[in-house]
């Protein structure tokens, strides 16, 4: 089964959104302060944080069966 469970920083939600949507992914919920993209059984929560990208220390596992199909 395809699974993942993120909860990452965005320093941009409408950038990640087009990154993620590129990807398949669709947002189920948006507010200011919270975000929700998912594709089937893969869901990512965001939320917003002025950081540097090089400097982090998030990040996720993404697991799928089908990685060309993603």
């Avoid at 699974?3 to 087009?18: E, H, W, Y």
């Avoid at 998912?38 to 540097?52: A, C, N, Q």
Wanted: aromatic content about 12%.
């Amino acid at each position: 089964m395809d699974r993942i469970t993120a909860n990452l920083p965005s320093r941009n939600f409408g950038d990640t959104v087009r990154f993620y949507e590129a990807l398949g992914f669709q947002v189920g919920y948006r507010s200011d302060e919270w975000m929700i993209v998912s594709r089937g059984t893969l869901v990512i929560e965001f939320f917003p944080l002025d950081h540097k990208p090089q400097e982090s220390c998030f990040g996720a596992c993404v697991r799928v069966a089908d990685l060309d199909g993603l």
